[in-house]
């Protein structure tokens, strides 16, 4: 370790820290994503140099590196660079839209789905090709395909083509490929689901709670969209459950889109993933960009809404575990990586920064490609902002060194922004590039007024407040594997 | 259309974060002279008092990030240098 002395014993060595104070605490983080909480006296010590050497406080402090004279940078540029692994790789996630058919008419949908009958707007064959050469021209050793819609399974054979094309590429190219489809279920078999099982693609689908809340919320024409959504649910984790070599068979997952019918039900929505066997819950909150954003006062809520039912939530899905269930919060699981373990969990959407583009690609069904899958359906909403290229006419280069990507890189780079720079919460945050134009009119954002900042550091806040319980810190770290 | 003017502080407000501004509060026009450290602004607009407060406002915003990019311009740099050439595979 190397320890660097001030030259005058008596000037303070006031550190580089980031603070934050609630209920009477100090939160206190640094730039490498240590942190520790003091009282207001400690604080006051720290920055003022006065900390007793001898002290315990002043050796944990030191091993975190919040004193400027006592860096191990080894320690800390190792834990610097894990945590922000993601910014040595290239583009990981390519979504594939490949229709913006949907035999369902969700009251949050924000990825403009149209009429089943309306072929016009699926990804063509030829379409689809050109996206599997584009997303294996990232330079990353190891990619995702997923697919989505629309209901993707609305244009079966383009998906089973461009599955069989894509892991027909993978041999070729030396690349790992994960492929995953998300699905309402509403047209699966069983032909479709052995093709799925046999090629490893994962499955993942919505699930919004017991009946009433989920056909509330994902109306389907054709009947009962929540026994469609159990029915194969359970069928894919039989097949998983039973599988005994050969192919591996992935669980199948579920997330749920936190609309305003979702408020109030906390406890009936994690006792419903854990009724049907699901080991985590992903409780996400609805954005208000393209499609929702025009129904917003149906179907939105304000932060201290969402933030109430996510606290809720998480400290039931606590005692839970408590109790010896098996359940994890998959938002508090993915920024625990951060917080705990120094690791980036893949989150895209809260990293600086932000993954548009340098960690996600969006390739709509027209070829059209986007920053991200916000972006696109900015676009879709008529405003190509976020369009980056054309899959088969754009080179790997442009799309990236592109205005809209620099764009966006540059915007959500937290250094850059005035309140987020100093804000306790910004090793672990990202903001976004598409919400902040979308409510704010510019991809920069005006953090003091922007509703996204305030919920997820309401969520940050709910976070460190529970991982001061000793027992809850247990759980978390169990969560973490 | 109303005109309206103040004298403002150069050393909270550069012409760089008035000129930034005047492009977003832009439903009016905006005119700035002066030197050693006094610049006046004068606006022309409908409500061209509460025009001018708007512009401020954003003058402010506009000064506190050329203030923070200022400051913190090698590491952001560094971050996205370092990202966009990984996304090129360099």
Redesign the interface.
């Known amino acids: 370790m190397i320890k660097n002395k001030a030259k005058d014993d008596k000037e303070p060595a006031i550190p580089s820290v980031n603070w934050r104070k609630r209920n009477g605490r100090v939160l206190v983080t640094n730039d490498f994503g240590y942190y520790h909480v003091l009282n207001e006296k400690q604080f006051g010590d720290l920055l003022g140099g006065r900390l007793d050497k001898k002290s315990p406080l002043f050796g944990v402090l030191e091993k975190k590196g919040f004193l400027r004279d006592m860096l191990d940078f080894a320690d800390l540029a190792g834990k610097w660079k894990q945590k922000n692994s993601?910014?040595?790789?290239?583009?990981g996630l390519h979504i594939f839209v490949l229709t913006l058919r949907c035999n369902h008419k969700c009251v949050y949908c924000q990825s403009g789905a149209v009429g089943e009958k309306n072929v016009k707007q699926d990804m063509s064959w030829d379409v689809a090709k050109k996206s599997v050469e584009m997303a294996f021209k990232s330079?990353r050793n190891g990619i995702t395909i997923e697919f989505q819609g629309g209901e993707p399974l609305c244009n079966w054979e383009v998906l089973k083509k461009t599955i069989d094309y894509a892991r027909k590429t993978e041999k070729e190219s030396g690349k790992n490929l994960k492929l995953a489809l998300v699905s309402n279920f509403s047209l699966m078999d069983g032909k479709k689901a052995d093709f799925l099982i046999k090629n490893r693609v994962s499955i993942c689908t919505s699930l919004d709670g017991p009946r009433k809340i989920h056909n509330k919320n994902r109306i389907f024409a054709g009947g009962d969209s929540y026994g469609v959504t159990l029915k194969w649910l359970s069928y894919f984790k039989k097949r998983h459950d039973t599988q005994s070599g050969g192919v591996a068979v992935y669980k199948p997952s579920a997330l749920l889109t936190v609309s305003k019918s979702s408020l109030g039900h906390a406890r009936e929505i994690v006792d419903e993933y854990v009724r049907n066997g699901l080991e985590t819950i992903f409780l996400r909150p609805l954005s208000p960009i393209g499609y929702a954003k025009k129904f917003w006062d149906v179907i939105g809520y304000e932060p201290e809404e969402f933030l109430s039912f996510y606290s809720e939530s998480l400290k039931y899905v606590l005692d839970l575990n408590r109790k010896g269930v098996n359940i994890k919060e998959k938002t508090a699981q993915m920024l625990l990586h951060k917080i705990l373990n120094f690791e980036d969990p893949g989150f895209l959407d809260l990293r600086?920064?932000c993954g548009a583009?340098?960690g996600q690609l969006a390739y709509n069904y027209d070829g059209s490609i986007y920053t991200c899958d916000e972006g696109r359906m900015v676009g879709w909403e008529g405003d190509d902002f976020f369009k980056v290229g054309d899959a088969g006419k754009s080179s790997y280069?442009s799309i990236?060194?592109n205005s809209q990507?620099?764009g966006c890189?540059?915007s959500s780079?937290l250094?850059?922004?005035?309140m987020c720079?100093r804000c306790a919460y910004k090793p672990y945050c990202g903001v976004c590039p598409v919400v902040n134009y979308e409510s704010q009119n510019s991809i920069?954002g005006?953090m003091p007024s922007n509703s996204r900042c305030k919920l997820f550091m309401g969520i940050f806040d709910i976070l460190f407040d529970l991982l001061a319980n000793s027992e809850n810190e247990k759980i978390f770290k169990k969560w973490l594997g | 259309m109303e005109t309206y003017e103040e004298r403002v502080d150069a050393g909270i407000y550069s012409r760089e974060a008035l000129k930034l501004a005047s492009f977003i509060v832009s439903h009016g026009r905006v005119y700035v002279s002066g030197k050693n450290g006094k610049i006046t602004v004068r606006v022309k607009a409908e409500k061209a008092e509460l025009f001018f407060k708007k512009l401020m406002n954003e003058a402010l915003?506009q000064q506190?990030?050329i203030d923070?990019?200022r400051n913190?311009s090698k590491?952001?740099r560094l971050?996205?240098t370092?990202?966009?050439l990984?996304?090129?595979?360099k």
């Not at chain 1, 250094?415 to 005035?418: D, F, I, K, T």
Request: proline share 7%.
């Open positions: 993601f910014l040595f790789s290239g583009t330079p600086c920064p583009s340098i280069k990236m060194s990507t620099k890189v540059i780079n250094e850059s922004q005035p720079f920069w005006h | 915003n506190c990030r923070v990019a913190n590491i952001a971050i996205v370092k990202s966009l990984s996304a090129l595979g």
